[in-house]
């Protein structure tokens, strides 16, 4: 298990990392999430003892990084600016980190071969992708067959078919029971492959729930319109919805019957069955579900659910 207590860490008067405090468990993949300048990636560097906290811990089973002895047979760890000399292969690359490691040239191997790039062993990695160096760096974390795991952005630069590949890959190394923190600016990207989420904007928590949690955020909204819109207005606010008047602005109070609603929460059915009841013609009847990009969107940006 990860644990983060009330990390934070100052640049000067920047708080880069905020009291932030959250779990990650074993078995499940977490996704960390948050806009580009979050404090993710800050977060990951605090974890692995590359920079110092100003306060709070990051710990492993109840052990900060630094006091873990062979700390790469443990926690495996690719963040987003690792660097390879272009010179080397990725073979060369993974025998070069071996010894330290503590693994033999056969691992080398078998985690070119589990990354899919057993076929480009000997390449120099100056000719890979992004999305290949990509794939590298996972080689790298998994070197030491770790049983947590700390992935920056793990996706970037991969094409469709490397990114179902690599929610495979991570879905199973769960199911095998290893923690797996893997972070994304995008939630798209990572909806269908992690179990639960932790959501930070400007270096604070903005939401820690499970992924579905997160999706019943998705509220149903329902647009509504009627050929009496005093009518339909009356039928509104007599049945209590949460509901925005079209074409007024937002927490404004229409002089007039707007011409339709967004009502949040019932269901199209459902209002379609009041109007009928209260023998009012809908001009028009739409489900519009929120996505969970504009759950994140809004929960990123300050501004709450609506």
């Known amino acids: 298990m990860i644990e983060v207590s009330h990390l934070t860490k100052r640049f000067g008067s920047l708080a880069a990392v905020e009291d932030l405090s959250f779990r990650v468990e074993p078995g499940r993949v977490t996704g960390f999430l948050g806009p580009n300048g979050a404090g993710k990636t800050t977060t990951l560097r605090l974890a692995l003892a590359l920079i110092r906290p100003t306060a709070g811990t990051v710990t492993f089973d109840g052990r900060p990084y630094a006091a873990i002895p062979k700390p790469a047979k443990q926690i495996g760890a690719a963040l987003e600016a690792a660097s390879f000399h272009p010179g080397r292969t990725a073979l060369g690359h993974l025998r070069m980190l071996a010894p330290e490691v503590g693994v033999s040239d056969k691992r080398c191997r078998e985690v070119l071969e589990l990354v899919g790039l057993s076929q480009d062993a000997k390449r120099r990695v100056g000719q890979f992708s992004m999305g290949m160096r990509g794939r590298l760096g996972v080689a790298v974390a998994l070197l030491g067959d770790p049983g947590v795991l700390l992935l920056d952005e793990p996706t970037n630069g991969l094409d469709p078919e490397g990114i179902s590949w690599m929610r495979s890959l991570l879905r199973a190394m769960a199911g095998q029971g290893r923690t797996i923190l893997i972070s994304s600016h995008l939630l798209g990207e990572v909806e269908n492959t992690v179990h639960d989420v932790v959501i930070i904007a400007k270096g604070r928590m903005v939401h820690h729930s499970s992924l579905a949690e997160l999706r019943a955020l998705a509220q149903p909204k329902t647009l509504v319109a009627a050929a009496d819109p005093a009518a339909l207005t009356a039928l509104v606010r007599s049945r209590g919805w949460q509901a925005t008047p079209l074409g007024v602005p ?5 002089a007039h019957p707007p011409p339709g609603w967004v009502v949040a929460g019932p269901p199209a059915q459902e209002i379609g069955h009041a109007a009928f009841a209260a023998n009012l013609e ?18 990123t940006q ?3 659910l609506k």
């Open 282 to 299: 809908l001009t028009q009847l739409a489900s519009q579900r929120a996505g969970l990009e504009q759950v994140f969107f809004q929960l």
């Open 250 to 254: 937002d927490g404004a109070d229409p």
């Open 302 to 304: 300050g501004g709450g």
